[in-house]
């Protein structure tokens, strides 16, 4: 993959794939392993000693996929659309939705051989995109109007400078004015704390986090959304299986750690919905 940033995404297959092997997975992602080829076991065996952000990484991935059942359960034909979607297989394995995925060339191709659009069991439309030299709002014209759609973007946010985060939402906000975003927020201080030692790999990659915030919520309350969740992705891991660190000592003892890695769910739309949504403790 020539793009260093996708490149990543053999990193969190492997989380997937290897923690759907246990007996006890955090989010079961059975159909992982179908993108197991040599390069992701080599990138695999680079992560695979990290215990707390592996957990982290599967823990963020089904908190998500708990979100996204409760809006299909609301509105079976709902939108999604994942941004930079990876080797994700949601729309394989959730029940209901219209699915709309993009990212890199090289993924898709690759992901068609394996698991074609066509086999799954909703409708799944995968849209090719140089996030380098493409126009994303171009691209975003195949999901067509939809009257509400939620948007995934996973993994991706803390890759993209404080402009391209505030241009995507931006691209969202003029393409869909009713959607609700599912992302991932890690902060400054839990990058700097806990962080170093896997971004030092993701660096070998090519790849890099950038422009970290303490506060990276302000992003979506600055740019007119509201934020209806906001969740530990540690103390989910946790409390739903292991991550080499007692849940009593996450929860009472490392608020930094607790509070530091999060998925979000922020709403854009012309009028404010009514509260915040069931916390996913």
């Given at each position: 993959?020539?793009?260093?940033?996708?490149?990543?995404?053999?990193?969190?297959?492997?989380?997937?794939?290897?923690?759907?092997?246990?007996?006890?997975?955090?989010?079961?992602?059975?159909?992982?392993?179908?993108?197991?080829?040599?390069?992701?076991?080599?990138?695999?065996?680079?992560?695979?000693?990290?215990?707390?952000?592996?957990?982290?990484?599967?823990?963020?991935?089904?908190?998500?996929?708990?979100?996204?059942?409760r809006a299909l359960a609301a509105d079976p034909g709902a939108t999604i659309v994942i941004i930079g979607s990876g080797f994700d297989t949601r729309p394989f394995r959730l029940a209901g939705g219209?699915?709309?995925?993009?990212?890199?060339?090289?993924?898709?191709?690759?992901?068609?051989?394996?698991?074609?659009?066509?086999?799954?069991?909703?409708?799944?439309?995968?849209?090719?995109?140089?996030?380098?030299?493409?126009?994303?709002?171009?691209?975003?014209?195949?999901?067509?109007?939809?009257?509400?759609?939620?948007?995934?973007?996973?993994?991706?946010?803390?890759?993209?400078?404080?402009?391209?985060?505030?241009?995507?939402?931006?691209?969202?906000?003029?393409?869909?004015?009713?959607?609700?975003?599912?992302?991932?927020?890690?902060?400054?201080?839990?990058?700097?704390?806990?962080?170093?030692?896997?971004?030092?790999?993701?660096?070998?990659?090519?790849?890099?986090?950038?422009?970290?915030?303490?506060?990276?919520?302000?992003?979506?309350?600055?740019?007119?959304?509201?934020?209806?969740?906001?969740?530990?992705?540690?103390?989910?891991?946790?409390?739903?299986?292991?991550?080499?660190?007692p849940a009593f000592v996450v929860r009472w003892l490392m608020k930094s750690l607790r509070d530091g890695y999060l998925v979000g769910v922020f709403q854009r739309a012309r009028t404010r919905p009514?509260?915040?949504?069931?916390?996913?403790?």
């Open positions: 993959m020539a793009n260093p940033i996708s490149r990543t995404a053999y990193y969190t297959l492997g989380v997937r794939a290897a923690d759907a092997a246990k007996a006890k997975p955090l989010c079961g992602d059975t159909l992982a392993s179908r993108f197991m080829n040599d390069d992701a076991r080599r990138v695999w065996e680079e992560f695979k000693g990290f215990t707390p952000p592996n957990a982290s990484n599967a823990a963020r991935h089904a908190m998500i996929d708990a979100h996204l059942r219209r699915w709309f995925e993009f990212d890199e060339p090289e993924i898709l191709t690759y992901k068609e051989t394996c698991l074609p659009a066509a086999s799954a069991p909703n409708p799944l439309v995968r849209t090719p995109v140089d996030f380098s030299r493409d126009v994303l709002a171009d691209k975003l014209e195949i999901v067509g109007s939809p009257g509400h759609a939620h948007v995934v973007i996973e993994g991706v946010l803390m890759y993209l400078t404080r402009e391209q985060r505030a241009a995507l939402l931006r691209t969202l906000a003029a393409r869909f004015p009713h959607h609700t975003v599912y992302c991932d927020l890690m902060r400054k201080g839990f990058f700097e704390r806990f962080s170093r030692p896997i971004h030092e790999k993701i660096v070998g990659m090519g790849a890099t986090f950038t422009e970290m915030d303490e506060r990276p919520e302000r992003l979506f309350i600055e740019a007119g959304y509201t934020m209806t969740a906001l969740d530990s992705v540690p103390l989910y891991a946790v409390n739903h299986g292991s991550m080499g660190v009514a509260g915040p949504g069931p916390a996913l403790t």
